[in-house]
């Protein structure tokens, strides 16, 4: 085709009823509604967005008092004067405030306090956890009064610790950490924060002493999309909130993300930074304010490496990605503004409910978030989830389950899988897979179950390929494991199951891959099989009576 024919060519644009028809034979019989998801927080994913949907909705510009973000990071010090070392290079290699976590409270020395006033005044400080008997609180009383109003930041703490006279710290918000982690889904989180802020409207003089002290903490998990939209739903809502208290040109109020523990592991920690980079996109690109991403080793024990890493990570979106020049970068996305209206819908429905139902406390008494966690650990027990390094694709390596976290986290959904991993070898049981068959047939299948017992720290030696049942036998003879799975392929699985049980008269163990008939199982159940593994299993459940059995190992719950 010549050049000039090329510049004027253009391609038809198919419609959706076309992408339809040509999505549907690409599912080769399985439903087209099977492309569409559910999210626990009760929305339903569309397999594509269009501008169509956008037309369809009533969208509220987002807007942020600023472009770009604070950086906020905290260091890993074990007194004051190395607080005050740390922190000076972490602000000169681009970290932008004060942070700190007062979980575990340093020894001062009157020198470092000093340095601390003087910090202050110059960067503003992001201060959580912080009890009244800190006494990193002392820094505030060197302070002149002439420098004070320069004091500015928030601080995250139970009760107001941070003396009168320092306008510029704002010291009453919504901090979601805790109710995140207890479970709390987006539409739940953000319910619970305008919850929050309705009670403390309440018990303030005015709205505006109220809007001047308030802040919003939102902790970013993994769902990438569902995040974004979350963050970006926060400024509708507080918008609507405003003007449900009459004022109609509402303040703007500062919006802190941090990374979520919810899916950090202990099994596989540098996956956590993985996750820790997801999570912080997620949050600038919905338009956080303010963020802490937390080490990859938080967990167990932070280090000068670990925080560089995290402070690095959002170095990375603001100087190389350009993200900080753009007030709403996920704007005009079909599918995220969508997202971002159905949350606003939900969350507002869901804020009225609590309401009318007593309010953030009784809401908390409710068993709400216990039932939503709960789901959450379903999903992740049976695969429905994934957690990579954990619950599926695991490691066998030792692993480090030091409690050393520099911040209070209540609930991990790793933390049954931790716990029956940090079970001694010698408690776990010697474990084959019995292979029948061609190895293109039983491989599929004993990958699975190497898989499958892998989460829960088995390593399984794999046989050679039996043909014929007498070789299995004398095989495990050999071997005499405390625990065996038969793998071969579904055509063949039947007659090998059946003829080996009729033979075997071991003390091993047996289960087969595979999920069968209640009539078949029931037979091999009654001919000596203890179970079966397959896919969709509790997974959890399955690998702590396998312990249990074969080596009386304590129940893992």
Request: hydrophobic share 40%; with cysteine.
């Amino acid at each position: 085709m010549p050049i000039h024919n090329m510049k004027t060519f253009t391609f038809t644009a198919p419609n959706f009823t076309e992408w339809k028809e040509a999505a549907v034979l690409s599912l080769k019989g399985k439903s087209f509604d099977s492309l569409y998801t559910k999210t626990i927080e009760g929305i339903e994913l569309n397999p594509l967005y269009t501008k169509e949907d956008l037309d369809q909705l009533e969208v509220s510009r987002v807007t942020k008092p600023a472009f770009g973000w604070t950086i906020a990071q905290p260091v890993s010090a074990t007194n004051g004067e190395q607080f005050v070392e740390q922190m000076k290079e972490s602000l000169a290699r681009g970290n932008e405030a004060i942070a700190y976590n007062g979980l575990k409270p340093l020894v001062w020395a009157e020198p470092d306090i000093k340095q601390v006033a003087e910090l202050i005044t110059h960067y503003p400080i992001l201060f959580t956890e912080v009890q009244s008997n800190d006494p990193i609180l002392q820094a505030f009383t060197y302070i002149e009064d002439a420098k004070r109003k320069d004091v500015t930041g928030i601080c995250i703490s139970a009760s107001s610790v941070i003396p009168e006279g320092f306008p510029g710290v704002r010291t009453k918000g919504a901090d979601l950490w805790t109710a995140h982690h207890e479970g709390a889904d987006a539409v739940t989180e953000l319910a619970l924060a305008l919850s929050i802020a309705a009670e403390l409207a309440e018990e303030s003089s005015s709205f505006e002493e109220f809007t001047n002290a308030f802040y919003a903490r939102f902790a970013a998990d993994t769902h990438f999309f569902m995040e974004i939209a979350k963050f970006r739903a926060f400024r509708v809502l507080w918008k609507l909130f405003n003007e449900a208290y009459g004022v109609e040109n509402a303040k703007q109020v500062p919006l802190l993300g941090i990374t979520s523990l919810r899916s950090y592991s202990k099994l596989d920690p540098y996956v956590n930074l993985l996750r820790g980079g997801n999570s912080a996109f997620s949050a600038i690109l919905g338009g956080a304010d303010w963020l802490t991403v937390l080490p990859h080793d938080v967990l167990t024990g932070t280090s000068p490496s670990s925080n560089r890493y995290a402070r690095n990570i959002q170095l990375i979106l603001k100087e190389e990605t350009h993200i900080d020049q753009v007030l709403d970068p996920a704007g005009g996305s079909y599918f995220i503004e969508s997202l971002t209206t159905e949350l606003i819908r939900k969350s507002w429905a869901k804020f009225l409910e609590i309401e009318e139902n007593g309010g953030y406390q009784a809401f908390l008494q409710s068993g709400e978030l216990s039932k939503l966690y709960a789901q959450r650990q379903k999903e992740m027990a049976t695969g429905k989830k994934t957690l990579i390094g954990t619950n599926v694709y695991a490691e066998l390596t030792d692993v480090n389950y030091a409690n050393e976290s520099t911040v209070t986290v209540s609930k991990r959904l790793a933390e049954p899988f931790e716990h029956i991993r940090s079970k001694k070898k010698e408690e776990l049981p010697k474990t084959v897979l019995l292979n029948f068959g061609a190895l293109k047939d039983y491989k599929p299948r004993a990958d699975f179950v190497s898989g499958f017992l892998a989460v829960g720290g088995i390593e399984a030696t794999w046989s050679p390929s039996f043909e014929k049942t007498d070789q299995a036998l004398s095989w495990i003879d050999e071997q005499q494991p405390d625990y065996a799975v038969i793998c071969a392929s579904a055509a063949d699985t039947e007659e090998a199951v059946t003829n080996f049980l009729a033979s075997y008269k071991g003390n091993c163990l047996i289960d087969t891959a595979g999920k069968y008939p209640s009539e078949t199982a029931d037979q091999w159940l009654a001919n000596g099989l203890n179970g079966f593994i397959f896919a969709g299993q509790d997974k959890i459940e399955k690998l702590n009576t396998i312990i249990t059995q074969t080596k009386g190992g304590r129940s893992v719950e």
